[in-house]
């Protein structure tokens, strides 16, 4: 009885089953212009945001900028997610940015029709997704440009998606012990987070940091959509070593896998595919080959573009 029971149950468990999981999630993440330029190379991704998804069972696309809409759009409509990573980009006027607006526009439309697609933003990348859903940058200066940080939580990340599969010593370590990385000279201020009306109906905050003197919203989730954002690095603890800041403990490498399993989790919910194989084998950043980064990088390995 019991047996038939939980058969009729599953029958009835459409959503987020088997079989509608994509096993095979490609995202999209977004480059970005080098400081420096060299002839046959304008842009860069860190390889650590590539590592990151990869060791979750994702695959990675670069997104390249200065593509035109028609490009973008027909990428939005191959991949299962986009991340935007940390960086220097202007938020407002460079082609990170620009690109980085394209898809949350895109995003936003697909994910209201019910075509799920998530979007992650890491460090430059969260305060990117605060001016693209309030369309002002409100950003303050804080001193946290080098730094490992216990979370503050908030009590609505008790009931969050992003941490619902976290296990309890790991959200324990995580808000007790300096395991999230900050590399950051802007933030937004939980008041100016506050105090504007399209952040506060957009996004939950699942945790604060402060400075010393200045507190800021350091981790958000979408309260109906699937966009999310660190202030903070979740990539850094298992794949860059050049800052002693970095925390590299058995928790903090947890914290870099779990971060990474909640987002391509998100990113197995999103049916897209591309037209063909060629195409997406085309795609794939495996044509790209990652280098090392100068010593004077913060950076391990980057591809260049
Ligand atoms: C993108 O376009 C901007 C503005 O034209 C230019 O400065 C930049 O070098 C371009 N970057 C790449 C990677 O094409
Ligand atoms: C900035 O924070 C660091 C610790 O992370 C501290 O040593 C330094 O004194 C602070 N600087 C200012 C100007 O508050
Ligand atoms: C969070 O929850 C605790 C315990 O329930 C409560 O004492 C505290 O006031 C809450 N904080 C906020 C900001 O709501």
């Known amino acids: ?12 468990v ?3 089953s088997t079989a509608e999981r994509n096993d095979a999630p490609i995202i ?7 400081y420096q330029p060299a002839p046959g190379r304008s842009s860069y991704i860190a390889a650590s945001y590539v590592k990151f998804l990869e060791s979750a ?6 997104v390249r900028i ?10 939005f409509n191959s991949i299962n997610g986009v991340l935007y990573p940390g960086g220097g980009a202007d938020i407002v006027s460079s082609g990170y940015g620009r690109a980085a607006g394209i898809f949350y526009k895109l995003a936003v439309e697909a994910n209201l029709r019910g075509d799920f697609f998530p979007v992650w933003g890491t460090c430059l990348g969260f305060e990117e997704l605060t001016y693209l859903t ?9 001193n946290t440009s080098g730094v490992s940080l216990p979370l503050s939580f908030t009590n609505e990340s008790r009931a969050s998606r992003m941490f619902s599969g976290f296990p309890a010593y790991l959200l324990e370590a995580m808000g007790t012990k300096p395991l999230t990385e900050n590399s950051h000279s802007w ?6 987070f506050n105090d504007n009306p399209e952040l506060k109906v957009f996004y939950k905050v699942l945790s604060t940091n402060t400075d010393g003197r200045t507190e800021f919203v350091s981790t958000v989730e979408g309260y109906d959509l699937p966009i999310y954002g660190t202030q903070w690095h979740p990539e850094k603890n298992a794949f860059e070593w050049k800052r002693p800041y970095i925390a590299h403990s058995p928790s903090a490498v947890r914290l870099t896998f779990f971060m990474a399993d909640f987002f391509v989790s998100e990113a197995r919910k999103s049916s897209h595919t591309f037209d063909s194989e060629e195409e997406e084998r ?3 950043i495996y044509n790209h080959r990652p280098e090392a980064a100068a010593p004077k990088s913060i950076f391990e390995q980057l591809y260049y573009f």
Not at 3 to 12: A, E, G, N, P, Y
Not at 28 to 34: C, N, P, R, Y
Not at 66 to 75: C, G, H, I, S
Not at 187 to 192: A, D, E, G, Q
């Open 28 to 34: 999209g993440v977004l480059a970005q212009d080098l």
């Open 14 to 16: 459409p959503v987020g």
């Open 57 to 62: 069972g994702a695959r990675v696309v670069p």
């Open 187 to 192: 933030s937004i201020t939980t008041k100016n």
């Open 134 to 142: 309030s369309g002002k940058v409100l950003l303050s200066h804080t």
């Open 282 to 284: 085309n795609a794939l």
């Open 1 to 12: 009885m019991f047996l038939l029971l939980l058969c009729v149950t599953m029958s009835f």
């Open 66 to 75: 200065n593509q035109t809409e028609k490009q973008y759009r027909a990428l």
